[in-house]
């Protein structure tokens, strides 16, 4: 039985290309019409993942040019539980994640104030260093309640997962929720501007993620730092489409 072509897997092939650097900011996308002859898929098809990929700000609308590639920045969790879905790997086309400590640590109040527990408390964290292309992306440092890591031991191992928030809601058998995501703007520690290639006094951009579970309970609490440079999207729906 011929296996039949989503938009998912069409755009996911285009989010490829444009992650990796085949595709670069200002570059055209085939025509609609062109996709549906190369994929042997209908209009629509080739419409709704053109969409999506314009949703997520990977591409845009331009007169007399069709549809193009915008500047490419840092992927938000939507983009990546949409990734993982569709590839079985949060991470990506391209990228590469180090694990660059395990271990358990006393929560900062920053984080102890996130997960619910005293400051101090002892947490697990993984940290992590994603690349694209042989160059750092990000530093993220997720940090897990003991329940997660009950249920998901793998994550106190210095092994990949693929997907650690999806690997723990597997084991839950609850579903990811929503997130809740605060951007805030300072100067890098050494080891920060060490991991990301940065030198001099640089500004980085730091994203601290709470990711809840649907039955309300915190999952994962992540800081994701970048170079202040780097382009962050978001794409949030303003309406209840059920």
């Not at 527990?117 to 750092?136: F, H, I, M, N, Y």
């Not at 031991?153 to 990949?160: D, M, N, R």
Request: aromatic letters at 4%.
């Amino acid at each position: 039985m011929t296996h039949a072509v989503g938009y998912a897997e069409i755009a996911e092939h285009f989010r490829g290309q444009i992650r990796e650097g085949a595709m670069r900011p200002g570059d055209r996308l085939p025509t609609i019409r062109k996709v549906m002859q190369d994929w042997g898929v209908s209009n629509g098809t080739v419409v709704q993942a053109y969409a999506t990929l314009k949703q997520e700000g990977l591409t845009s609308a331009n007169a007399g040019a069709g549809t193009v590639v915008t500047d490419y920045g840092s992927d938000n969790i939507a983009t990546r539980v949409r990734t993982h879905a569709v590839t079985g790997t949060a991470l990506a086309t391209g990228e590469t994640s180090r694990i660059v400590e395990v271990g358990t640590v006393g929560a900062e109040e920053v984080i102890a104030s996130r997960l619910d527990v005293e400051p101090g408390a002892p947490v697990q964290v993984r940290r992590r260093l994603v690349t694209r292309g042989g160059s750092p992306v990000h530093l993220s440092s997720s940090y897990y309640p003991a329940y997660v890591v009950d249920a998901a031991p793998e994550l106190a191992e210095p092994v990949s997962t693929g997907g650690s928030r999806e690997l723990a809601s597997q084991r839950l058998g609850i579903a990811q929720g929503r997130v809740l995501e605060e951007v805030t703007s300072r100067l890098a520690t050494e080891p920060e501007s060490t991991a990301l290639g940065l030198t001099g006094s640089v500004i980085v951009t730091q994203v601290l993620r709470t990711v809840f579970l649907t039955d309300g309970r915190v999952i994962e609490v992540a800081l994701k730092v970048c170079n202040g440079s780097t382009v962050l999207k978001w794409s949030t729906p303003l309406t209840d489409s059920h």
